[in-house]
Nanobody, 115 residues
Framework: QVQLVESGGGLVQAGGSLRLSCAAS????????VAWYRQAPGKQRELVAQ???????NYSDSVKGRFTISRGNAKNSVYLQMNSLKPEDTAVYYC?????????WGQGTQVTVSS
């Protein structure tokens, strides 16, 4: 069984910050690559950030310099620190683990950025 749980979403004013969390059992978030995606209403789900099993990170151009993906010290959580938020960041944010050829998704957490 694979269960991912996102948390930390909410309403924030433009320029503010939020820290999203993705939690899973055991070492799933350590031995597998993890990614954050987001999907705004009526839009395609897009990749935001990802972290490899060795800690190498990659970001979409739209969030570079503002978002940071990281693993927690406990190794059973992955975070997405979001700074300098913009209204266009408004979306449902999902974490995903790739295990072999299969994708496993969390339920998503809503992020709303107001002007």
């Amino acid at each position: 069984q694979v269960q991912l749980v996102e948390s930390g979403g909410g309403l924030v004013q433009a320029g503010g910050s939020l820290r999203l969390s993705c939690a899973a059992s055991g070492s799933l978030l350590v031995i597998n690559p993890v990614a954050w995606y987001r999907q705004a209403p009526g839009k395609q789900r897009e990749l935001v950030a990802q972290i490899t099993t060795t800690g190498i990170t990659n970001y979409s151009d739209s969030v570079k310099g503002r978002f940071t993906i990281s693993r927690g010290n406990a190794k059973n959580s992955v975070y997405l620190q979001m700074n300098s938020l913009k209204p266009e960041d408004t979306a449902v944010y999902y974490c995903k683990i790739i295990i072999r050829t299969s994708d496993y998704w969390g339920q998503g957490t809503q992020v709303t950025v107001s002007s």
